[in-house]
């Protein structure tokens, strides 16, 4: 669809950025906290050129657009390392994450996260674009595409949610990581915010550490969606075993985390740091707080859940089957 988009050059593309407000089936997805004014940033002006000269985009075009453009770094780094140090409040480690971070912009471009949002409506599935709002200068909107999009080849024929977002690139990742795997072992692990093919719309923004529009003042918050992993687990195409989604907490527990919290107060006399102790396992564990936002999600080689090793004692030798670390119930022997 972008490239039909795209095709029209020249006096050819002012006939179609006339006639897209009309074929173009507007419908809006805002968060409800939309500001009484939108500022207009630099990100925002690029946009609305891009979509001038080309039209509407893709969601996940956005929000490549957004999450990749140099303007975005500053509040990446002021949302996550706390603009005030509340978050953290080392100098050094402020300095080393700001390091770190300066080179996500270079990651980013050579691994596309984002999503496309398509949604069921009478005339079959529709992807979702972002336009210019022709009613209000300076605005976005989201609008239905009014044909089909490649994007809509990624929806399962018994899908029964009424909006589905999809991320093709995960998919090529978890091909190539599920052909490695299979054929020189290793595993992989995926610890992300997610859901099982049961979730709808997840797409969202974060401003200091608040919901915020997805459309307002782009450039100036982070873009989300959480991760299908029904999709992952379908991209594997049975070339390796999968296991999970689990919730944090689980896997914590099966990693032995309460056991861990224990030494750590068994050898701690100062009441502060036992203080950080509990509130950093409430933090991690608590089903309220991180204990349910993360799943994690892993790929190995099937014949590590075949029974490939074997337990010997006196009377008898037969196959078991392994135990996967975090995937299984920790057991002491």
């Not at 990446?76 to 971070?101: A, C, H, N, W």
Request: with cysteine; aromatic share 10%.
């Amino acid at each position: 669809m972008s490239v039909l988009l795209r095709s029209g050059l020249g006096p050819l593309c002012a006939v179609a950025r006339a006639a897209i407000p009309f074929i173009w089936r507007g419908k809006y997805f805002s968060s409800g906290n939309e500001p009484a004014e939108n500022p207009v940033t630099p990100m925002l002006r690029h946009l609305m050129y891009k979509i001038k000269s080309t039209g509407p985009i893709t969601v996940a075009e956005y929000m490549k657009e957004v999450l990749t453009n140099p303007a975005k770094g500053y509040y990446v780094y002021r949302d996550m390392l706390g603009e005030k140090g509340d978050f953290i409040t080392s100098p050094e480690i402020s300095q080393i994450f700001g390091e770190v971070f300066t080179q996500l912009g270079s990651v980013l471009k050579n691994c596309d996260i984002s999503v496309h949002l398509v949604e069921k409506t009478p005339q079959g599935w529709r992807e979702v674009f972002v336009d210019i709002d022709p009613q209000v200068s300076d605005k976005l909107r989201f609008v239905l595409a009014p044909s089909a999009t490649p994007a809509e080849a990624f929806i399962q024929h018994d899908e029964t949610r009424d909006h589905v977002e999809v991320c093709p690139d995960a998919g090529v990742i978890i091909e190539e990581l599920s052909q490695r795997i299979a054929l020189t072992g290793g595993a992989a692990l995926v610890a992300d915010y997610g859901h099982d093919g049961t979730k709808t719309d997840t797409f969202r923004g974060f401003c200091d550490h608040k919901l915020h529009d997805v459309l307002i003042a782009p450039g100036t918050a982070d873009l989300t969606a959480d991760v299908d992993f029904s999709y992952l687990r379908r991209m594997a195409q049975g070339k390796v075993a999968s296991l999970g989604p689990i919730k944090q907490h689980t896997f914590l527990k099966n990693m032995g985390i309460d056991v861990r919290l224990k030494v750590l107060l068994d050898k701690s006399n100062e009441p502060s740091v036992r203080q950080q102790l509990l509130q950093g396992y409430d933090m991690l564990m608590n089903p309220k707080k991180m204990g349910e936002r993360f799943n994690f999600f892993a790929l190995l080689p099937h014949q590590r859940l075949q029974g490939g090793r074997y337990q010997r004692n006196a009377r008898q030798s037969k196959p078991f089957a392994s135990v996967v670390a975090g995937f299984s119930e920790l057991a002491w022997q």
